[in-house]
């Protein structure tokens, strides 16, 4: 039961469908900086409003410390994390695809229903500490933007779900 804030009616709201999150998947090479990034600003600044996934086309097998690093700095954790392929991940499933820089190919099934989105981020790999905080800074950018384009077209009249 929720309750009207207005007029302190109990209204039953189990029968409605609950909106699901909006999957987003975001590629790299290595799936051991930037995606990473990506996946955990997402999830992280979403707020349940989507279900941020991360994939490297030759996925390195794990994440930087620099990686680490930069996002704990923010308070967010990347436990559970890990690198993986696009073999790991449901790619059909996804409303949007991301590819985090001009050297990542990241083939989508026939079919694909979904948006693909290029942006050209840097790779920080092998790069210093510092190279890392600006990277992160412009996905956070990028994911901040993402997340207002993704609401604005959630709300507008003619979406459907």
Same mark, same amino acid.
């Given at each position: 039961?929720? +309750? %009207?804030n207005f007029c302190a009616i109990k209204i039953d709201m189990s029968g409605m469908p609950e ?10 090479? #290595?799936? =051991? ?10 999830? @992280?600044? #979403?707020? #349940? ?8 086309? @030759? ?21 559970? @994390? ?15 695809? $991301?590819?985090?820089? %001009?050297? $990542?190919?990241?083939?989508?099934? =026939? ?15 092998? +790069?210093?500490?510092?190279?890392? @905080? ?10 901040k933007t993402l997340l207002a384009d993704l609401e604005q077209q959630e709300q507008s009249p003619?979406?459907?779900?």
């Amino acid at each position: 039961m929720t +309750r %009207c804030n207005f007029c302190a009616i109990k209204i039953d709201m189990s029968g409605m469908p609950e909106k699901r999150p909006l999957n987003v998947l975001f590629v790299c090479v #290595g799936n =051991s900086c930037r995606s990473q990034m990506a996946e955990a600003l997402a999830n @992280h600044l #979403g707020q #349940g409003r989507v279900r941020a996934w991360s994939a490297g086309s @030759h996925p390195l097998g794990a994440i930087t410390p620099e990686t680490y690093e930069v996002l704990n700095e923010e308070g967010i954790s990347l436990d559970g @994390h890990w690198s993986k392929g696009l073999e790991d991940v449901p790619v059909a499933e996804m409303d949007v695809v $991301v590819g985090m820089g %001009c050297e $990542v190919v990241c083939p989508v099934p =026939s079919g694909f229903k979904g948006r693909v989105i290029e942006w050209n981020i840097p790779d920080p790999f092998g +790069r210093e500490l510092e190279f890392f @905080h600006s990277v992160r800074d412009l996905i956070d950018r990028q994911v901040k933007t993402l997340l207002a384009d993704l609401e604005q077209q959630e709300q507008s009249p003619g979406h459907e779900e």
